[in-house]
């Protein structure tokens, strides 16, 4: 099983990143077009599950499996990074665009 997780982590880690964007958007539009506690609540959990968990994860496995520090797992720690600094202003901007496109 790591075998195979380990010879496709770049396309696991994309398609990661798309469904964690996809439920980024989604929750906005939940929140803002539709108005829903419920589906936002949905939505965040569905960004937890595809975006952070996951990918730390993966990231976890890549080094116990290489036993060393090695691009894979610099660009994990990198996201993570990203998602805990630069990244909440961008999720901000994000949100305010939203608020305007989707608010009634």
């Known amino acids: 099983m790591y075998d195979l997780i380990m010879e496709n982590k770049w396309a696991i880690l994309l398609t990661l990143e798309v469904f964690a964007w996809s439920a980024t958007f989604f929750m906005l539009y939940v929140r803002y077009k539709m108005q829903s506690q419920f589906w936002f609540k ?15 994860l993966l990231g976890v496995v890549n080094f116990v499996t290489t036993k060393e520090v090695d691009l894979f797992t610099f660009v994990i720690v990198l996201l993570i990074i990203y998602g805990l600094t630069i990244g909440k202003k961008h999720v901000k901007k994000l949100d305010y665009w939203a608020r305007k496109k989707f608010s009634r």
């Open 42 to 56: 949905v939505a965040s959990a569905i960004l937890v599950l595809t975006g952070i968990i996951p990918q730390v």
